[in-house]
């Protein structure tokens, strides 16, 4: 009964698709038709009763803008785990505790992968379609890896906490810098990915399924 359910669903879904493609086309057409018609005015203004379109510059600040934002949010992603890193290298460099040593030298390797996993991650669900996302919901699966790279930090944020009991003056400050930065960047993912979640979507309680 559950399966016959669900192949409703989908059967639903993909119709509900085909329906909205040619609005979706029609709608980029009519775009096209009005781009076209403004590069021609520009390039041949005489044809139209003199009158000449030149984009301003703050109109082309905005076209610029809307492309490169994503991917701008995307590599902002992940800094504050830079620095913690670097704050961790100082650490294992200057420590004379071979245990504090290791253990930061080990969690350094794994920031470098979280750092990478995490830009990945949100540069994908930023470019998920948004009618795809209406009719799915967002992008579960990076959403899912981005939850879990969260738990990540907080756990080393809570190793590190402990760290410093047995770590010099020197090495304490350093430490609680990468603390600070470490609990920043998860917040910010946290933010980040609340803001992915939220909205309305026809299937997602479906997408989400199959995600997991």
């Known amino acids: 009964m559950v399966g016959m359910i669900e192949k409703i669903v989908i059967a639903s879904a993909i119709s509900l698709l085909i329906v909205s493609t040619p609005v979706v086309v029609m709608a980029q057409g009519q775009g096209q038709g009005q781009l076209n018609g403004v590069q021609q005015r520009v390039q041949d203004p005489t044809t139209h009763d003199g009158e000449t379109i030149v984009p301003q510059g703050d109109q082309l600040d905005q076209v610029e803008q809307s492309g490169a934002g994503n991917q701008v949010g995307s590599e902002a992603m992940g800094q504050g785990i830079g620095k ?103 917040d910010t993912l946290d933010s980040q990915l609340e803001e992915e979640l939220s909205g309305f979507s026809l299937f997602g309680w479906l997408a989400r399924r199959f995600a997991n």
């Open 84 to 186: 913690a890193t670097q704050s961790l290298n100082r650490v294992a460099e200057r420590t004379n505790n071979p245990e504090i040593g290791e253990q930061v030298r080990t969690m350094v390797q794994s920031h470098q992968q979280i750092q990478t996993k995490v830009q990945t991650a949100v540069q994908a669900m930023s470019k998920r379609n948004g009618v795809v996302k209406f009719l799915l919901g967002p992008d579960y699966k990076n959403a899912g890896q981005v939850r879990s790279n969260i738990v990540d930090l907080r756990n080393d944020i809570d190793k590190l906490e402990r760290t410093k009991a047995d770590a010099t003056a020197s090495d304490v400050e350093d430490i609680q810098t990468a603390i600070d930065e470490l609990q920043a960047e998860a």
